[in-house]
């Protein structure tokens, strides 16, 4: 019986982390085109390419720094998946 905790991916959701305030725009910028922003954007909710990333919260991290809390398997952390797909040599 393995005594070591279960590999959880660290781009995987945790419970804790509470999704952003519902204050998603959608603005018109002439005919037929669009633009999906906060209402209180910074430059930091956009990547590199200018793609919009969702808001989540981190929730509490151990004194390793790692995410604790139970993993919601099917949901992924936007923060963390962003951070680990611009990261040159991966996470």
Do not use: K
């Not at 982390?17 to 906060?38: C, E, F, I, K, V």
């Not at 929730?59 to 949901?75: F, K």
């Amino acid at each position: 019986m393995p005594t070591e905790p279960p590999l959880i991916p660290f781009v995987t959701q945790r419970e804790g982390g509470d999704a952003a305030p519902d204050n998603l725009l959608l603005t018109s910028l002439g005919p037929d085109r669009y633009r999906l922003h906060y209402a209180d954007e910074d430059p930091r909710d956009r990547d590199l390419r200018g793609v919009l990333w969702a808001r989540c919260s981190f929730g509490t991290v151990d004194d390793l720094g790692r995410p604790v809390g139970r993993p919601q398997w099917r949901m992924m952390h936007p923060l963390r998946q962003r951070g680990t797909m611009q990261a040159p040599d991966g996470p």
